[in-house]
């Protein structure tokens, strides 16, 4: 049934070797490491575009990374990625092809999901959603009372708004004049605190879900619908209401016109949408021009891995050092630093393309894994983080590889505010491996003209062990092409390390149990009888009900 190669990772030989690698190297320190390989840093490190990557802060020795490579040709990466990239339906268990990136294809060669190839109607589909943006955007499209467009509300949940958000928060630097919003959560609260803002006037609603079956999205909508019927007349819907989904049938039975919609296709997974027509409000929010660019970069990004070697490639280096960690060192998690507000929510949107994707516990055999899989990731922009959770990195007990994401230009002339910036993503990266001796403690204490008691009791808590690992992705700037390449490049160390981990990356049948049970407790709280539940359940429930 597979249409990946489909092997244990644990019965290939490399892995076997990595493991005797983790015994002998283990007690072997980053500084080690830079003194015993030659030209580390720069062997450690891959230029590509506007992009530096330097994954020398790690415990990985050149012998290491040998092994991981060995272990991604045993598992037959090269293999998967031509399957990944020309429609091959490796979402065996939901039957689909995995195809985000024939959105941003450069269309030089046909892309075929069965017989059909699809550059032609991804194209003729972006080509429907760039005039209509033009129309919003140039104000000829015009609201119920004869006004231009001015705010868009984006109404989705999961792949349906964190991506469009966090790309629209990312990008506010190339907006234009429309206010964008997100409406996600099912809580009323979050919709009518909107709706306090907001002119039915002059607001486009934009309704987002690749099912249009999703119960947050479509109470949120409905919700919305009835609040701004109470100002507009019915006819208005036209003009404020389009909607974004595969479900062409469920949307008309919403009541929104056909000529409003905007097909996806399903080969097109929820949290790799927003290449498609699900990203609308980016494009919206800066028009067709950076909308394109951002496509161009990720397009970029597929290219590099799809046609770069294994040892420059930088989705399988990062995907492979993270496999190191979390199969051999026994890391739990992943923190993901990028140094600029504009970014402060990828963690977030990174959360939900890796752990959805990731976490899994079953293999490509449907048998249950002995091996660990999906990382943990958390995080927040620098150098906030600093302050928040860092403490936890450098003198903590878990060990937390971290990658940091900065930029070499600011946007605005921002005077020395960008040094400052970069200066502290660098000297982290450079304090979490070095540490700080106890030598030098001490005579830091004693220049302080401490006695030497004092020295004594304050020195533990002072030292930094160091050897704490990093990747540093310096990016020259945060353009919506960059952006693109990055997001693709999170992506696509997504997809290797499920290929490596022998699961399926690409559905969330986890995710599916709560819709399902979240609509038989909402019975149980409409209704006077209540269906069979544990104890627990059944007394949360009556509790609610007494209020
Ligand atoms: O959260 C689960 C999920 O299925 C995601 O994969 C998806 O992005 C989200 O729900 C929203 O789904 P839809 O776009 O169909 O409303």
């Given at each position: 049934m597979t249409t990946l190669p489909n092997h244990?990772?644990?019965?290939?030989a490399a892995w076997k070797a990595l493991k005797k690698q983790f015994d002998e190297q283990k007690e072997t320190t980053i500084l080690d490491l830079f003194e015993s390989e030659t030209d580390r840093q720069a062997k450690c490190t891959v230029i590509w575009e506007d992009f530096y990557v330097d994954?020398?802060?790690?415990?990985?020795?050149e012998k290491t990374l040998a092994l991981l490579l060995d272990l991604a040709a045993q598992a037959e990466l090269p293999r998967a990625i031509e399957a990944y990239f020309t429609g091959?339906?490796?979402?065996v268990t939901e039957d689909r092809a995995v195809l985000h990136t024939a959105l941003r294809s450069d269309g030089k060669e046909p892309i075929s999901v069965g017989d059909h190839n699809v550059i032609p109607d991804v194209n003729a589909v972006k080509e429907e959603m760039y005039v209509f943006a033009e129309k919003i955007i140039s104000g000829a499209w015009k609201g119920y009372t004869g006004k231009a467009i001015d705010t868009i509300v984006n109404i989705g949940i999961g792949g349906s708004d964190l991506g469009p958000a966090m790309v629209t928060e990312a990008l506010e630097f190339y907006g234009n004049h429309l206010t964008p919003y997100f409406v996600s959560n099912v809580e009323g609260d979050h919709h009518k605190e909107l709706l306090k803002k907001i002119d039915p006037e002059t607001t486009l609603f934009l309704v987002v879900?690749?099912?249009?079956?999703?119960q947050e999205t479509l109470a949120n909508a409905t919700s919305i619908r009835q609040w701004f019927l109470t100002s507009a007349p019915e006819s208005a819907i036209a003009q404020h209401f389009v909607a974004v989904s595969t479900n062409l049938e469920k949307i008309k039975a919403f009541g929104i016109?056909?000529?409003n919609v905007f097909p996806m296709n399903d080969w097109v997974g929820g949290r790799f949408s927003?290449?498609?027509?699900?990203g609308l409000s980016i494009c919206l929010a800066v028009g067709p021009k950076h909308f394109e660019e951002l496509l161009e970069g990720a397009g970029a990004m597929d290219r590099h891995f799809r046609h770069s070697p294994a040892e420059q490639n930088i989705p399988t280096l990062l995907a492979l050092i993270s496999i190191w960690y979390n199969n051999f060192?026994?890391?739990?998690s992943e923190a993901i630093v990028p140094y600029t507000q504009y970014l402060r929510n990828l963690p977030a949107y990174l959360q939900q393309g890796i752990m959805e994707s990731?976490?899994?516990?079953?293999?490509?055999?449907g048998q249950p894994i002995d091996y660990q899989t999906g990382t943990i990731i958390w995080g927040a922009s620098g150098t906030n983080a600093q302050h928040a959770f860092f403490q936890l990195i450098h003198q903590g007990t878990k060990l937390i590889p971290t990658d940091f994401i900065g930029f070499k230009?600011?946007?605005?002339?921002t005077g020395d505010h960008q040094e400052k910036l970069i200066s502290n993503l660098i000297a982290q990266t450079e304090a979490l491996m070095c540490g700080k001796t106890e030598k030098t403690v001490r005579e830091e204490l004693k220049k302080n003209d401490l006695s030497p008691k004092t020295i004594d009791q304050l020195t533990p808590f002072k030292v930094f062990s160091g050897n704490r690992p990093t990747n540093t992705l310096l990016i020259n700037k945060l353009t919506p092409y960059n952006l693109g390449a990055l997001i693709a490049l999170y992506e696509h160390k997504i997809f290797v390390q499920g290929v490596l981990w022998n699961?399926?990356?690409?559905?969330q049948w986890g995710v599916e149990l709560g819709k399902q049970l979240a609509n038989s407790v909402l019975s149980d709280l409409q209704n006077e009888k209540i269906n069979q539940h544990d104890p627990s359940t059944t007394a949360l429930i009556n509790r609610y009900k007494k209020h």
């Open positions: 244990n990772p644990t019965q290939l994954y020398s802060k790690n415990r990985l020795s091959a339906r490796i979402n879900s690749k099912t249009f079956t999703t016109a056909a000529d927003l290449w498609s027509t699900v060192w026994g890391a739990e990731n976490g899994k516990g079953v293999d490509r055999n230009e600011s946007l605005h002339d699961i399926y990356s690409y559905d």
